[in-house]
């Protein structure tokens, strides 16, 4: 690091620091703070001496002058001059290089009161350097998932993947976004100013979490802020003594909070003010032929307003059509609640984009689509239906969605239940938003193709779900066997009847009429090719599942007789389920 | 000189291109410069909603109409078709003076010609 690298670093140091205590003047007017801020100005004269940055040490030498001839006793400075320096400080701070003599000029007259800024301003900052540390560790895991590829060890190089796309994740999300907090660190500044210039007494307090905003979007969102914020410095928070008057505290609040609720970010900017004055609205509407829209919404109107001219605050190029504007045009929205004499709540919300979405992938028929994770309220593995609801832990939900063989309900968070007939797994995918009336968007990358991400609001396909009772008969002598095919056929849904021999199987057979007969072969009486041979002379129709450890040289002989196919006991039972599914289908 | 033939060569190809159209699953025609790609249909989201029958991924998500359902998807601009049968073909113009509409004429047969897909 140079000579002027540490400088502007220190530079940008205590003239943060030197602002804190600048607000903290105007809010408590301690006069201990001004020895820290005079002192801090000090030093940054100097320093700026010692890089040869000339304009900057006359700049703060004028500042230091004023702190100087408080501390000998003249009343220089006061609220006004502090605000002034809030003006001035924070551009001088963005600087890397020397004041311009028309720069330092500028400022100049800005302390001295022969130029007034006229608009506040609020900066936004951010750096988009990758630390190279990071570039080689995602080099690093790269490396170590090929070669665990390579070693055929597929449980570390998923792993290192999975790694790998974090890392990727959080590059693209510092890229792209910005953290809230950050865009509005010095938005207390901008308060103060229209407040000092307003002759009221306003407090601002942020209640802003981890969120952040596509740094496209920062300025405007800035601008959309400062607007609505202005026009309840302005028009909102009464003067110290109306408020006293009315009981209220001299000093105003102004609340801007921001949380996150479903895939939206929401924004309330909130004043304690006089509230919106709707009878003046409702007639102004009228007066403008808009007497057919609410009050609430004709204030989101182009050129909308209860003034015959715009003030000095309104009329600054933004009205609250920007507002709404900004958030239409990101997918959301603006709401406003207000309440006479106690305040206005401007509610501003619109979706968040992400880079990566989580879904579950589901099957129905002919259809394979996706659900957002975030849509899901519960997956059940076990399906019951009672008079086309969905019942569930003792409630009932409307099915939206089914398919012909429902095997998995997916609760929605809008309590609706989507039937479908296989769940694939939850996978992580880019989203493309491009949207068709059900669909709110594309997965890419968890197939060759891209999935479709329904919307669960407006996913319909109404096939009446089936109520008929799915009945299978397993034949098998093994306590064991029938045991564990029957409980693992009961979560799906089936309704199992069992018998230990052929005999014991035809009887129930000829008494229950199962939809399906799984049937071993080695039982004592008759053996399963005899007890499938009897069944299909009662029934030809009846599908019948040889389920046996028998050799496939032996399924020939179960055909011959009747069987419909054959599976061996060492496959996993789930393929017992889609073979019995087949064939009910 | 050679150069020059060259460039007279090129000119002629892109000519006798821009008169060439894709005759898609038998059915209709359009421009060959309207054509993106011809995809595999395996790339294809079997998805019916609206008109549509599915969908394809080609730098955005196009929608895929399906023809006769088979291997191959010619992509154009904004929508995608799903047919086994794809030739070009030049031929006459024709024009139907009652809609406007324009077909073309080739030993194969007449075919309507989509101009914007």
């Known amino acids: 690091m140079d000579f002027l690298e540490v400088f502007l670093q220190k530079l940008n140091e205590k003239g943060q620091e030197a602002i804190e205590l600048i607000k903290s003047f105007i809010e408590n007017k301690d006069p201990n703070s001004i020895h820290e801020i005079y002192r801090l100005f000090h030093t940054i004269k100097g320093s700026a001496s010692l890089v040869g940055f000339d304009k900057f040490k006359q700049l703060f030498h004028k500042i230091e002058d004023y702190f100087k001839r408080q501390m000998n006793g003249e009343d220089v400075i006061t609220e006004d001059f502090m605000l002034k320096l809030l003006m001035v400080v924070p551009e001088v701070l963005k600087k890397n290089s020397d004041l311009t003599d028309d720069e330092l000029q500028h400022y100049v007259d800005i302390l001295e009161g022969r130029k007034i800024q006229t608009e506040a301003k609020v900066y ?138 479903g895939n939206e970010l929401f924004l309330e900017i909130e004043d304690d003010g006089r509230g919106l004055e709707f009878e003046k609205i409702k007639q102004k509407a009228i007066e403008k032929g808009l007497g057919n829209l609410k009050p609430e919404e004709v204030i989101f109107v182009p050129g909308f307003s209860t003034k015959d001219k715009a003030d000095e605050t309104a009329g600054r190029g933004i009205g609250l059509d920007v507002v709404k504007n900004f958030a239409t045009a990101r997918g959301g929205d603006v709401e406003v609640v207000s309440a006479a004499g106690k305040g206005t709540k401007f509610i ?162 000829k008494k229950e009429n199962p939809d399906v007969i799984v049937c071993d072969v080695e039982m004592p009486g008759i053996d399963g090719f005899e007890t499938t041979r009897r069944i299909r002379e009662l029934n030809k129709k009846v599908p019948i599942i040889i389920f046996s450890t028998l050799t496939s040289e032996q399924l020939s002989k179960g055909l011959e007789v009747g069987a419909n196919a054959y599976l061996s006991k060492d496959e996993p039972p789930e393929r017992l389920v889609r073979l019995i599914e087949r064939f009910i289908q | 000189m050679v150069k020059q033939d060259r460039k007279n060569d090129e000119k002629e190809r892109i000519r006798e291109l821009k008169n060439k159209y894709v005759i898609v699953g038998n059915t209709f025609a359009m421009p060959l410069s309207n054509v993106l790609n011809i995809l595999s249909a395996d790339v294809v989201t079997p998805f019916k909603i609206e008109e549509w029958d599915g969908f394809i991924d080609y730098n955005k998500i196009i929608p895929v109409k399906n023809i006769d359902t088979g291997k191959f998807v010619v992509i154009t601009q904004n929508v995608a078709y799903r047919t086994s049968r794809v030739a070009i073909s030049d031929g006459n113009i024709l024009r139907k003076e009652t809609s406007n509409e324009t077909y073309l004429e080739t030993p194969e047969g007449i075919y309507k010609i989509l101009e914007q897909s």
């Open chain 1, 124 to 261: 936004v900052t951010s750096s988009e350097t990758i630390p190279s540390e990071l570039l080689q560790e995602l080099l690093s895991n790269t490396l170590s998932a090929e070669n665990s590829l390579m070693r055929e060890d597929i449980q570390n190089a998923l792993r290192e993947i999975r790694l790998v796309k974090q890392k990727l994740v959080s590059i693209l999300e510092n890229t792209f976004y910005v953290k809230l907090r950050q865009i509005l660190a010095n938005f207390d500044v901008l308060v103060m100013q229209e407040a000092f210039s307003n002759k009221k007494k306003v407090k601002l307090e942020l209640q802003i979490g981890e969120e952040r905003i596509e740094k496209k979007d920062s300025e405007m969102l800035l601008n959309m802020l400062t607007h609505l914020v202005r026009n309840a410095i302005a028009h909102g928070i009464e003067l110290p003594e109306e408020r006293t008057k009315k009981g209220k505290l001299e000093v105003g609040r102004i609340i801007i909070r921001s949380y996150v609720q």
């Open chain 1, 348 to 509: 501003v919300h619109f979706p968040i984009k992400t880079f990566l979405v989580r879904v579950l992938v589901a099957e129905a028929d002919e259809l394979r689509f996706c659900i957002d994770l975030q849509d899901i309220l519960e997956i059940v593995s076990k399906v019951e239906i009672k008079d086309g609801q969905l019942k569930h832990k003792d409630k009932l939900y409307d099915i939206t969605f089914s398919c012909t063989l429902p095997r998995f309900a997916i609760i929605t968070k809008n309590n609706k239940a989507l039937l479908v007939s296989n769940l694939i797994g939850i996978f992580d995918g880019q989203v493309s938003n491009e949207s068709y009336d059900m669909i709110k968007g594309f997965v890419k990358n968890i197939f060759v193709y891209p999935l479709p991400i329904i919307s669960p609001e407006q996913f319909l396909k109404l096939q009446k779900p089936s109520e008929k009772v799915r009945k299978v008969l397993v034949i098998d002598d093994s306590v064991v066997t029938r045991t564990i095919l029957g409980k693992f056929l009961v979560n799906f849904g089936y309704t199992v009847f069992e018998a230990e021999n052929g005999t014991e199987g035809i009887e129930i057979f």
